[in-house]
Nanobody, 123 residues
Framework: VQLQASGGGLVQAGGSLRLSCAAS????????MGWFRQAPGKGREFVAA????????SYAGSMQGRFTISRDNAKNTVYLQMNSLKPEDTAVYYC?????????????????WGQGTQVTVSS
């Protein structure tokens, strides 16, 4: 599975962005998908995850209510809608795929990673 993340950019605090992650392959629905982020000088942080069918999701506490993960299995794409962005959301955002039916929140459980897309939120 190859993953290509896009949609990052520069936005003012309070603004919104939608990240996309396109996956190769014909078994996309067999993979749980997740978004992680890494800010400068910090470790990788879980953001959100979704199971293969899209019926179950999980969010990190600080993103709950502001971020929404979704997927379109017909398009082999997972999305991260980010609203009410804050300067502390500035990071490189990565999508990841795990060959499992469960929602996966642990980075080490993911098998494939995209290249990352930069999100910068100005104050």
């Amino acid at each position: 599975v190859q993953l290509q993340a896009s949609g990052g950019g520069l936005v003012q605090a309070g603004g919104s962005l939608r990240l996309s992650c396109a996956a190769s392959g014909r078994t996309f629905s067999s993979y749980a998908m997740g978004w992680f982020r890494q800010a400068p000088g910090k470790g990788r942080e879980f953001v959100a995850a979704i199971n293969g069918s899209g019926r179950r999701t999980s969010y990190a506490g600080s993103m709950q209510g502001r971020f929404t993960i979704s997927r379109d299995n017909a398009k082999n794409t997972v999305y991260l809608q980010m609203n009410s962005l804050k300067p502390e959301d500035t990071a490189v955002y990565y999508c990841a795929a795990s060959y499992t039916v469960a929602v996966v929140t642990t980075g080490t459980a993911y098998d494939y990673w995209g290249q990352g897309t930069q999100v910068t939120v100005s104050s």
